[in-house]
C-alpha cells in the first residue's frame, strides 16, 4: 500500500491542473483497491451540497451535475459524521439513496471517506463494488490516507479559487481573497505588475500576446541559438567525452525539435500564450513527467529538460525588449520580491507591495515599513504568475490581497484610503503637540528604526529617541559582515540625529526569520534555535566588533543605550555584560576615548524572562518588552505563518498578565520598562499598555501620530477602568471588542477604523 501511496502522490505531483489532479486519483484508487467504482466529491458553498467531480465507473456525463445535499444520501452522512463508513450492502442503509444519472444502481457495497482540511469538510471521496463485498481495515484506512493527503491539495485549490471555478464555472471572476502576513500598514488599489527574476522556469507569469507572429520570430530564433550553443558544446567535448556520452547533446537538439518541445510550444503561442510563457508551460510538464518516472534513469532526465529549459529561457529573455512603462498606482507581486525589485521600477508608481515568500523581517517589508507602501508577505496560495495587470486590492492592515473584488468591497476600500488620508493630514497637526492624557499623564514616545530613511521620518513626526535601533537591519542590505569602521559610521550617523536624544541600539538579532546572506543557518525550527544573543555569544569576534563600533561611535554624545535581544536566562544576561564591560575598559583605559558608559537594557520577548523579571531587571539599567516574540512564544504561534495569523494576537489575555507581571517586577527594582513591539504602535494597544503602567512607548514612526493622538484623548483613569475589566475577559476577541466599542467616540474611531470585509 505504502508503494501505491507513493505512486499516487508522484502522479499527483505531475498533474498539470487541479481537474487533473482528481482525474488521477479516482482513476489509481480504483486500480490499488480493485473495486469497481472511484469517486470524488466536493462541497459546493453556494448550495451546500456535495457535487461529484471525478469519477471511474460512474456515468462520466455526470460529472459536475450530481449535487447531493449535506443531508442526503450516504456521501452526506459521511460528511455530516466526519468519519469514514464502510458498508456491506449500502443499497440496505436508511440513508442510501438513489441517483439515476450516475447508474449506480448496480453498486452494492460501499466506503467512503471525508476529506478534511483544518476541521472542514471538504469533500468525499468513494469507493464501490458492484458485488457484495467487506471492505477490510487496510482498505478503508488505505482510503482515509488518501483523503487527507487530497485535503491539502483541494484547500490549495480552494485558496486560488480554482476549486470555485470547478465547482461553479461561470463567465464573471469572482470575488477572491489571498491572507498574507500584515508587514506595513496601508490599503491601496492599484494594478498589478509581476516582477520575476530571470531565467527561473518556476516563475515565468502568464501573458498573452496579440503578436503572434512576432512571439513564433522570438521563439524559433531562441531555439536556434540554443541548438548553435549545444553543437559548439558538443565540438568542445570531443576527446574529452566518449562517442556515447556525447549522444546526449544529440538528444537534447532533437527535443528542441517541432515534432516535440517545439511543436507542443507553436501551437500555444498560436493560441495566443506569449513565448516565455508557453516555454516554461511546456518544460515544466516534461519534468514533473520525466520525475514521476519509476525507472531511476529516466528520473533522472528531468535535470536535462530542466537545463535545456533554462537555456531557452535566458534567451527569450534576453530578447525581450526591457519594460519601460509601468501603470500609475502599481501593485509590485511577485514570489520571492527583495530589496533588489525595487532597481528597475519606479518608486514613485508604487502603490503597493504584494510577496508570495518572505515575512515580516525580510528586506521588502522592512523597506515598505520604511517607505510607507502597505505590504502585505507570506501570501502562500497567490496565484501571482496570472495575475498581471489585474485590478487588486491590498490592505496592509489585516495582511490581505483582494482579486476581483465585489462592488460593495472596492467600495469599502476607496472609502478607507480617502479617511486615512484625511486622516493624516489631521494628524500632522500633532507632531510638536506632547503626548499628553486627558487627565496630565505624560507619555514617551519614541521610535524603532533601522534604515536612514525611518530615521529620517521619526524626526520629521517629533520622536522623543530611539526606543529600538534593529541593527541587523544594515547587516541585511550587504554581502559580508560590515568592519568595524563601517558600523561606527552608520552608528554615529544615527547618534547624531537624534542627539541629544537617546538612541537605544540593539545588538545583532540575526536567526529566526533574520538570515543574513553571507551567514546562513539551516535549522529545523529557527525560532526556538541558534537566535539573538545566543549567536553574538558564541561568535563573541562579532559581538565584541560591534559593542566597539557602538561605543565609539558614542564618543562625544554620549546618547547611546545598549540593547541585548532575546535573554531566555541570566548566565546569558551575564556573560553579556562581562563582554560589554570588557569592551568599555579597553576603550577607555587601553586606548584612550572619551566615552560615558553606556545604560544597558534586556528584552523581556521570551516567557522565561518573564518569570526572572526580577533577577533581570536588578541586573539593568533599563528593560524593554519585545511584544512580537513575547506574544509568539507565549502562545506558541509563529509570528510569520499566515496559517495561524487568527490566534496570533497581543490582546489575548494571557499576554495581558505577562505584560502586568513584567511592569510589577521592574516596579519591584525600580528598573524603567518600556515597550519596543508591534502592539505599542497599536492604537488600543497602546491604551493597555499604558494601562498598565508603561510610560515609554517605541514604534515604527508611521503609528507614532495615531498613537499620540489616541492617547491624548484618553484619560488614564477611564484606560485603568477598562483595563480591569478586560482583564477578566476569556479571550483576545472579546478584549478587542470590548475596547474598540468603549473607545468609539468620534474623534479617536477613526484611528483603529479597519475594512472588514469577511
Ligand atoms: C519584538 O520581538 O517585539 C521586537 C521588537 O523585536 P523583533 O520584532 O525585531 O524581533
Ligand atoms: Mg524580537
Redesign the pocket.
Known amino acids: 500500500m505504502l508503494e501505491s501511496l507513493r505512486t499516487i502522490v508522484q502522479e499527483v505531483n505531475a498533474a498539470k491542473d487541479f481537474a487533473e489532479v482528481l482525474k488521477l486519483i479516482v482513476h489509481l484508487v480504483k486500480q490499488v483497491t480493485k473495486t469497481g467504482t472511484c469517486s470524488v466529491y466536493l462541497y459546493s458553498p453556494e448550495d451546500d451540497s456535495y457535487v461529484l467531480m471525478a469519477t471511474d465507473g460512474l456515468n462520466p456525463d455526470s460529472v459536475g451535475n450530481v449535487r447531493i445535499s449535506s443531508e442526503e444520501g450516504l456521501v452526506g452522512l459521511v460528511a455530516s459524521r466526519a468519519e469514514p463508513i464502510n458498508l456491506e450492502v449500502a443499497d440496505a442503509h436508511p440513508k442510501f439513496a438513489y441517483f439515476p444519472e450516475t447508474g449506480e444502481q448496480s453498486f452494492r457495497s460501499f466506503l467512503g471517506a471525508p476529506i478534511i482540511h483544518q476541521r472542514k469538510v471538504l469533500g468525499v471521496l468513494v469507493v464501490q463494488e458492484q458485488e457484495q463485498r467487506r471492505f477490510d481495515e487496510s482498505e478503508e484506512s488505505f482510503l482515509v490516507t488518501v483523503s487527507a493527503q487530497l485535503a491539502g491539495v483541494i484547500a490549495h485549490a480552494d485558496a486560488t479559487g480554482e476549486l470555485d471555478r470547478l465547482i461553479n464555472p461561470r463567465e464573471d471572476a469572482r470575488e477572491r481573497i489571498y491572507p498574507g502576513v500584515a508587514s506595513a500598514p496601508g490599503v491601496a488599489i492599484g494594478t498589478v505588475v509581476v516582477i520575476a527574476p530571470s531565467a527561473d522556469l518556476n516563475v515565468v507569469p502568464l501573458r498573452h500576446i496579440k503578436d503572434i507572429e512576432a512571439e513564433l520570430c522570438q521563439f524559433r530564433q531562441a531555439m536556434e541559438q540554443t541548438k548553435r550553443d549545444i553543437h559548439a558544446l558538443d565540438e568542445s567535448m570531443v576527446g574529452k567525452l566518449s562517442d556515447e556520452e556525447r549522444a546526449l547533446f544529440d538528444v537534447y537538439v532533437r527535443m528542441l525539435d517541432d515534432h516535440a518541445l517545439g511543436g507542443e510550444v507553436t501551437s500555444l503561442i498560436k493560441e495566443g500564450l506569449c513565448a516565455q510563457s508557453a516555454w516554461s508551460q511546456v518544460v515544466l510538464r516534461h519534468i514533473r513527467m520525466f520525475k514521476s518516472m519509476k525507472d531511476a534513469y529516466l528520473r533522472e532526465r528531468a535535470t536535462d529538460v530542466e537545463d535545456l529549459g533554462r537555456r531557452v529561457l535566458a534567451y527569450l529573455q534576453q530578447s525581450e525588449t526591457k519594460r519601460t512603462t509601468y501603470p500609475d498606482n502599481m501593485v509590485m507581486v511577485g514570489e520571492e520580491l527583495s530589496a533588489a525589485s525595487f532597481a528597475d521600477v519606479p518608486l514613485e508608481k508604487v502603490a503597493a507591495i504584494v510577496s508570495v515568500k518572505g515575512s515580516r ?1 525580510s528586506h521588502m517589508a522592512i523597506l515598505g515599513r520604511a517607505i510607507g507602501i502597505p505590504t502585505v508577505m507570506g501570501v502562500v496560495d497567490l496565484p501571482w504568475g496570472s495575475l498581471e495587470g489585474e485590478e487588486v486590492i491590498v490592505d496592509g492592515h489585516n495582511g490581505q490581497m483582494v482579486v476581483s473584488p465585489s462592488d460593495e468591497v472596492r467600495e469599502t476600500y476607496v472609502q478607507q484610503i480617502y479617511e486615512e488620508k484625511l486622516l493624516a493630514a489631521d494628524l500632522e497637526k500633532l507632531t510638536d503637540e506632547p503626548c499628553v492624557t486627558a487627565d496630565g499623564h505624560k507619555l514617551g514616545l519614541w521610535v ?1 528604526t533601522g534604515l536612514r530613511l525611518d530615521a529620517l521620518l521619526s524626526l520629521d513626526r517629533g520622536a522623543e529617541g530611539v526606543g ?1 535601533y ?1 541593527t541587523e537591519i544594515p547587516f541585511l542590505l550587504l554581502d559580508r559582515f560590515p568592519s568595524e569602521e563601517e558600523q561606527r559610521k552608520s552608528y554615529r550617523e544615527q547618534l547624531e540625529m537624534f542627539a541629544p536624544r537617546i538612541v537605544t541600539m ?1 545588538t545583532l ?1 540575526i536567526g ?1 526569520d533574520k538570515d543574513l546572506p553571507y551567514f546562513p543557518i539551516e535549522e529545523e525550527n529557527p525560532f526556538l534555535g541558534w537566535r539573538g544573543i545566543r549567536i553574538c555569544l558564541d561568535h563573541p569576534e562579532i559581538f565584541l566588533v560591534q559593542l566597539r563600533a557602538m561605543m565609539r561611535a558614542s564618543e562625544g554624545l554620549n546618547n547611546l543605550s545598549i540593547l541585548l ?1 532575546m535573554i531566555s536566562n541570566l548566565a546569558e544576561l551575564e556573560s553579556a555584560l562581562e563582554l560589554i564591560y570588557q569592551v568599555y575598559d579597553e576603550l577607555t583605559e587601553e586606548e584612550g576615548y572619551q566615552i560615558e558608559m553606556p545604560n544597558v537594557g534586556a ?1 523581556i ?1 521570551v516567557p522565561a524572562a518573564v518569570y526572572q523579571i526580577r533577577e533581570i531587571a536588578r541586573r539593568v539599567d533599563f528593560l524593554s ?6 506574544t509568539q512564544y507565549l502562545l506558541a504561534v509563529d509570528r510569520n505563518n499566515s496559517r495561524v495569523a487568527s490566534l496570533y494576537h497581543t490582546c489575548h489575555p494571557s499576554v495581558l498578565r505577562a505584560l502586568w507581571s513584567i511592569v510589577e517586577g521592574a516596579k519591584g527594582e525600580n528598573t524603567p520598562v518600556s515597550v ?3 502592539m505599542a504602535g497599536d492604537p488600543v494597544g497602546a491604551v493597555l499598555l499604558m494601562a498598565l503602567g508603561f510610560r515609554v512607548l517605541s514604534m515604527s514612526a508611521t503609528s507614532l501620530l495615531k498613537v499620540k493622538a489616541i492617547l491624548r484623548q484618553v484619560s488614564l483613569t477611564e484606560a485603568e477602568e477598562l483595563l480591569e475589566e478586560v482583564m477578566e475577559m476569556p479571550d483576545a476577541q472579546s478584549v478587542l471588542k470590548h475596547m474598540e466599542d468603549a473607545l468609539k467616540k468620534p474623534e479617536v474611531a477613526g484611528l483603529f477604523r479597519r475594512a472588514k470585509i469577511h
Open positions: 523581517n524603532n529600538l534593529r540593539r538579532d529566526g535581544p528584552m520577548e518588552v519585545g511584544t512580537n516574540d513575547l519596543c513591539g508591534e
